[in-house]
């Protein structure tokens, strides 16, 4: 089996400034996903990348970028943290673009912004 | 675009007892269901999905759900919770148009013993 792993856990931040967040798989699929998760509102889709170095905007992709530079890596930036914004970023991965295929989910990295 | 509601933000149940978990989704089209577990601090595990067939679908952990066209709904249900099933699960829907999956609030299920 394979895994996600989620790079780092735990991220405080401060107010307009730039943070990065990583994520790196091991299955080889083709296809990564960043979402925000807001207490209340299930998860949203901000990024989603279909191969290396492929980008697609998801719902919520303003105020943030993202990267695709390995097939395995998928990094998310957020460009200015509003303060007081509190979520977790998950990172997922599918075999394929493929709309029903399942997603596997890393366990999220947490933000905090002072 | 698709949407879909998880009426129940929280729902209580103790160990033993059976549960059903709601999901409403509106969309016209050929669309793909699935529920995800998610236990805390942790990402979320796939559960099982519905495209078409069968309408009772099985997951894993003694999960089944239920597509109804009629009702524009796909209902988990566990026949007998364990104190471990204590997660939030999520609904969600794609479509075979290649919409992205969509997901419900959420439902925070707690099992008591």
């Known amino acids: 089996g394979g895994i996600i792993t989620q790079t780092p856990k735990f991220l405080i931040g401060q107010e307009g400034q730039k943070l990065t967040l990583k994520c790196q798989q091991n299955?080889?699929?083709?296809?990564m996903y960043w979402y925000r998760q807001d207490s209340g509102k299930g998860l949203r889709l901000i990024y989603y990348s279909i191969t290396e170095n492929d980008l697609q905007k998801g719902d919520l992709s303003e105020g943030y970028d993202a990267s695709r530079e390995k097939k395995s890596s998928f990094s998310l930036t957020v460009t200015s943290a509003q303060k007081n914004e509190m979520a977790v970023f998950l990172c997922?991965?599918?075999?394929?673009?493929?709309?029903?295929?399942?997603?596997?989910f890393g366990h999220g990295t947490k933000l905090s912004v002072l | 675009t698709q949407t879909v509601s998880q009426s129940d933000a929280h729902v209580t149940v103790f160990e033993g007892d059976s549960v059903e978990l709601r999901c409403n989704y509106s969309?016209?089209?050929?669309?793909?269901l699935s529920w995800y577990i998610q236990h805390h601090g942790r990402g979320l595990q796939f559960l099982l999905k519905?495209?078409?067939?069968?309408?009772v679908v099985q997951g894993v952990n003694g999960f089944e759900a239920e597509f109804s066209k009629s009702d524009s709904s796909f209902h988990l249900r566990k026949a007998s919770v364990h104190w471990s099933d204590s997660a939030v699960y999520f609904c969600a829907v794609s479509t075979s148009s290649g919409q992205k999956l969509v997901f419900g609030q959420g439902t925070i299920l707690k099992v008591y013993l």
């Open positions: 299955f080889n699929h083709d296809t």
């Open positions: 519905y495209y078409s067939g069968n309408p």
């Open positions: 969309y016209g089209g050929s669309i793909y």
């Open positions: 997922a991965s599918s075999i394929t673009p493929s709309s029903n295929e399942r997603l596997f």
